[in-house]
């Protein structure tokens, strides 16, 4: 162990680092996000504008930024240089689990405890995408590092791999994005062709050895066979 910190509160729900530096995001169950040097074992700023605890956080690859999300149903972008939230999004309905940024394009991916999983353009600030397909909560979504693919996990004991292809190509360019869903306010565009399901992964619960099998569920040539621990989700 390097490095060992501590924090006032009683959960911390979430944490990254931050691309280039030596820094690291923690989000906290008391709603406060901690910015620190983990090689200076100092504490480098704090932002508190969450009601409730913070669950998503994640630093930009390239911009000054990091994008928070909580149970107050909100995501939230901010710049660390200015030291503020520079927007929320609003249109989950129940607590955000995860949220990343596309290495690529400006776009937000979030889960939630709605079912959901959203893809906003945080340069227009609205939502362009919305899956829909699990019936519990969706406890975490990530793109894909380098093609058009977003997976997603949920307490329906699946997993879901998503082909976001159609998206990507209503956009030629990063900078295409902004205009091309400029006037689109949290539109649900699952059932186009801007989304749809690649691949489930069962997940049947072992309860003697409390690991969890995956087996993918699919219309392809090939099955997926591995295991995965997991911890306290809640």
Request: charge should be positive.
């Amino acid at each position: 162990m390097l490095t060992k910190f501590e924090t006032k509160s009683a959960r911390v729900k979430g944490l990254s680092f931050h691309p280039k530096r030596p820094w690291i995001l923690t989000s906290l169950h008391n709603g406060v996000i901690q910015l620190w040097d983990y090689r200076m074992c100092t504490l480098i700023d704090k932002f508190d504008e969450h009601d409730g605890p913070v669950r998503g956080i994640d630093f930009h690859k390239q911009q000054p930024l990091f994008v928070s999300g909580g149970d107050d149903y909100k995501i939230k972008v901010w710049n660390y240089k200015l030291r503020r939230c520079l927007f929320t999004l609003l249109g989950h309905l129940d607590y955000i689990r995860t949220t990343f940024f596309h290495h690529e394009y400006p776009w937000i991916l979030s889960a939630s405890d709605d079912q959901t999983i959203r893809v906003w353009n945080w340069q227009s600030r609205t939502c362009v995408c919305v899956l829909t397909g699990h019936n519990h909560y969706v406890m975490c979504a990530q793109f894909h590092p380098s093609e058009d693919l977003v997976v997603s996990a949920s307490l329906d004991q699946t997993v879901r791999v998503w082909d976001i292809s159609g998206l990507r190509k209503k956009n030629l360019s990063p900078g295409a994005v902004e205009s091309d869903v400029r006037g689109i306010t949290g539109v649900d565009l699952f059932g186009t062709t801007d989304a749809v399901v690649k691949h489930v992964l069962e997940v049947p619960i072992s309860t003697a050895s409390g690991w969890y099998g995956l087996n993918c569920n699919r219309k392809s040539q090939h099955v997926v066979h591995f295991f995965i621990p997991l911890t306290n989700i809640y």
